[in-house]
């Protein structure tokens, strides 16, 4: 079994040791690893589950918008990361609304389940189930797009955006990976799934080449590539204007109109990048892709 990554975050984030309560087993302590404030809270799988939400102030109800959730790294907190991936006012500028879930807890760190029981998963909680019950109560409160949900996700939460890609893909439309990896758990994908991978190539957490513990970025664009039927030689562009020099890789013509596309961060680190590709940020890249698509492809 592969371990879920000690990213940087859990530097900053653990903050609190874990407090039990009864609803445990024998692999799963529920307690809670962290400090949210203003989050939302759910039960799943007799466990209280967190995440924060945010509402923009453009949303009205009066028509179904889009839901974007946004999962932290291993041993992250919910409320940091929204500082550290501030999605916010994009969701104010195009009236989505934002989701950033709190993992659940096994020995003192947070942590994402992407796969079936067992696996790769570091312990028992069903956080695919957990998703889909955020889903279902978001909805009956707000006008959702159904065929707009989106995730993406950072480190362990980027593998965490991978695994509803191949498991839950009857409700997702694309996913995004940031300084992430798929793990070796592919699953049913039923439709053609836009992804945008994001990666440095000096990370020492999730090695950009892969390593004993992780696949490599090619190992994961060669997957999705070949799943979409999508052209095998991309479009590379450049930017260095803002201080790093950054490769986009864009593989086009997938089934449905999808594509697969990567930002190469030469020299870049285990981190949500904030250095800009053309002027825009890893939030923006993130979300100006995933907003292209709905989940029948290209709108």
């Known amino acids: ?14 903050i609190s040791s874990c407090k039990n309560d009864d609803a445990k087993d024998d692999n799963y302590n529920s307690g809670e690893c962290y400090f949210n404030t203003n989050a939302q809270s759910i039960v799943h799988d007799n466990i209280n589950r967190e995440y924060i939400l945010y509402v923009p102030n453009s949303y009205d109800g009066t028509s179904a918008v889009p839901i974007l959730f946004n999962f932290h790294g291993f041993g992250g907190s919910a409320s940091q990361f929204m500082q550290e991936a501030d999605m916010r006012s994009l969701a104010e500028a195009d009236t989505f609304i934002l989701v950033y879930p709190q993992g659940s807890c096994l020995d003192g760190s947070s942590h994402w389940n992407p796969c079936p029981t067992g696996g790769d998963n570091k312990s028992t909680a069903d956080d695919v ?7 279902s109560e978001i909805s009956s409160q707000y006008n959702i797009d159904m065929e707009r949900i989106y995730a993406a996700g950072y480190s362990n939460g980027g593998m965490m955006a991978y695994g509803l890609a191949n498991y839950k893909s009857d409700l997702i439309a694309a996913v995004a990976s940031v300084s992430g990896t798929m793990l070796n758990c592919t699953g049913p994908t039923s439709h053609p799934m836009p992804v945008v991978h994001l990666h440095g190539t000096s990370d020492a957490v999730v090695s950009y080449n892969g390593s004993n513990d992780w696949n490599s970025v090619q190992s994961t664009l060669d997957y999705w590539t070949s799943f979409n039927n999508t052209i095998s030689t991309p479009t590379i ?6 201080g790093m020099t950054i490769e986009h890789y864009s593989f086009e013509q997938g089934d449905n109109s999808v594509s697969v596309e990567h930002y190469k961060y030469i020299g870049g680190d285990h981190v949500w990048f904030n250095e800009p590709y053309q002027g825009q940020n890893a939030s923006e890249l993130v979300w100006n892709f995933m ?4 989940i029948n492809g290209l709108r």
Do not use: A, C
Not at 1 to 6: F, G, N
Not at 129 to 135: L, T, Y
Not at 291 to 294: G, L, M, P, T
């Open 237 to 242: 562009n450049t930017d260095n204007t803002g």
């Open 1 to 14: 079994m592969k371990k879920i990554l000690l990213g940087f975050t859990i530097l900053m984030t653990i």
């Open 129 to 135: 189930g957990f998703v889909e019950s955020m889903i």
């Open 291 to 294: 907003s292209k698509y709905d």
